[in-house]
């Protein structure tokens, strides 16, 4: 079955890295933009980034841009997101998604199981 | 950035109630817009696409409508498992979603 599974997230302090990681299964990655979804404590989701299947096209959110690299390796089935500069604000679960398109629409499915981060002193 | 609102954020109602929610987007957007369920604790869930396409595997009890600026999705009777909190997300442009709407046992 189609399935996502997150990992890399954890505590870190303001001003450090974390790359998290996305592990594809079930279906062919390769042929499937991928995005990142966050969701603070308590708090309500807000799209991150996301990348084509080739790597060809990435696009973030403004409050991330210039921090946080999004990436893919078709060949593992893997998705990652390189965060740097860390803030408290970005404290958050982080999932994972295809993003899949008929014609002109767009939209998340399925949703890994998500990865918390926790940035603070 | 287009910006999404929902209405009510807050709901409470018993099985078997119609519950409609209410999703605007602060310009059209044509039929471009998802509807997901989220549960405490878990992932949210896709159950509508654009606009008014039922997921495959998603009860038919849900149903979207509207385009432009305004939608609305409806739960025709309301089952225990319906209790959750609905988001709209709007993939005209960067996503956005909107705030959420959350539904519980009244």
């Known amino acids: 079955q189609v399935q996502l599974v997150e990992s890399g997230g954890g505590l870190v302090k303001p001003g450090g890295s974390l790359r998290l990681s996305c592990a594809a299964s079930g279906f062919t990655f390769s042929d499937y933009y991928m995005s990142w979804i966050r969701q603070a404590p308590g708090k309500g989701l807000e799209w991150v980034s996301y990348?084509?299947?080739?790597?060809?096209?990435?696009n973030y959110a403004d409050s991330v841009k210039g921090r946080f690299t999004i990436s893919r390796d078709n060949a593992k089935n893997s998705l990652y997101l390189q965060m740097n500069s860390l803030r408290a604000e970005d404290t958050a679960v982080y999932y994972c998604a295809s993003t899949q398109w008929l014609a002109a629409y767009n939209w998340f499915d399925p949703w890994g199981q998500g990865t918390l981060v926790t940035v603070s002193s | 950035d287009i910006q999404m609102t929902q209405s009510p954020s807050s709901l409470s109602a018993s099985v078997g109630d119609r519950v409609t929610i209410t999703c605007r987007a602060s310009?059209?957007?044509?039929?471009?817009l998802n509807w997901y369920q989220q549960k405490p604790g878990k992932a949210p869930k896709l159950l509508i696409y654009?606009?008014?396409s039922l997921q495959s595997g998603v009860p038919s009890r849900f149903s979207g409508s509207g385009s432009g600026t305004d939608f609305t999705l409806t739960i025709s009777s309301l089952q225990p498992e319906d209790f959750a909190t609905y988001y709209c997300?709007?993939?005209?442009?960067?996503?956005?979603f909107g705030p959420g709407t959350k539904v519980d046992i009244k």
């Open positions: 310009q059209s957007i044509s039929s471009y």
């Open positions: 654009a606009a008014s």
């Open positions: 997300q709007q993939s005209y442009s960067t996503p956005h």
């Open positions: 990348i084509s299947s080739s790597s060809s096209y990435t």
